[in-house]
Structure formats: structure tokens, C-alpha cells
């Protein structure tokens, strides 16, 4: 069983800025890429960023420059610091990750979400 929690959402003001922390535990053999998604109300989810085992990082255009995605392999843990937030930002974030099991399969796997809302 694999599981994935998100934490560090919250309520803050435009032009301020949060941390999203997602940290995977259970049978977890290898985590291969890591992501964020964000699903805004009344809008489709939306990839945020994305970054692979070995570092290498994307963007959607709309959080360039403003938002950093990394991650900590020791921890089984993935980062989203964000920046210059503006109510457009406001949605629910949620993890995601492709994980090789201690069973060796492969699986996608999502976490449950935390609120981001931002006032302006």
C-alpha cells in the first residue's frame, strides 16, 4: 500500500507565499516522477509542475519564474514553493507520482488535496 499526503495549504494574501509539502510512504521501492496538479472551481485539473528522479523540472507558463517544484529523495518527499501568489492561483492542489512498489509494479498514485486560497 502507498499513500501520498499533502500538507501546507492554507489562506493567504496576494503577493505572499506557501510552501505544499507531499510526502509518499509504504511499500515503496523507487518514486519516479514527482508532480503537482491544480484544479480551480468549475475548471479541468492542470498540471503545475512536474519533476523527474534525476531532477529535471517543467513548468506550466502561468507559475514560471513564481513557483519552485523539488524534491527530497531521502524523505520519499516533494516540494511546491510558491510565490507572488494571485487569486488565479486559488484551487485545490493535489500530488502525484509514479511509484515502483517493493512488488515491482508501477503505479500512479494521487493525494486526497489541500486548499490553496488566495485573497486579493
Known amino acids: 500500500q502507498v499513500q501520498l499526503v499533502e500538507s501546507g495549504g492554507g489562506l493567504v494574501e496576494a503577493g505572499g507565499s506557501l510552501r505544499l509539502a507531499c510526502a509518499a510512504s509504504g511499500r515503496i521501492w523507487r518514486i519516479n516522477d514527482m508532480a503537482w496538479y491544480r484544479q480551480a472551481p468549475g475548471k479541468q485539473r492542470e498540471l503545475v509542475a512536474r519533476?523527474?528522479?534525476?531532477?529535471?523540472?517543467n513548468y506550466v507558463d502561468s507559475v514560471k519564474g513564481r513557483f519552485t517544484i523539488s524534491r527530497d529523495n531521502a524523505k520519499n518527499t516533494v516540494y511546491l514553493q510558491m510565490g507572488s501568489l494571485n487569486p488565479e492561483d486559488t484551487a485545490v492542489y493535489y500530488c502525484?507520482?509514479?511509484?515502483?512498489?517493493?512488488?515491482?509494479?508501477?503505479?500512479?498514485?494521487w493525494g486526497q488535496g489541500t486548499q490553496v486560497t488566495v485573497s486579493s
Open positions: 502525484n507520482a509514479d511509484i515502483t512498489s517493493t512488488l515491482l509494479l508501477t503505479r500512479n498514485y
Open positions: 519533476i523527474t528522479s534525476g531532477g529535471n523540472t
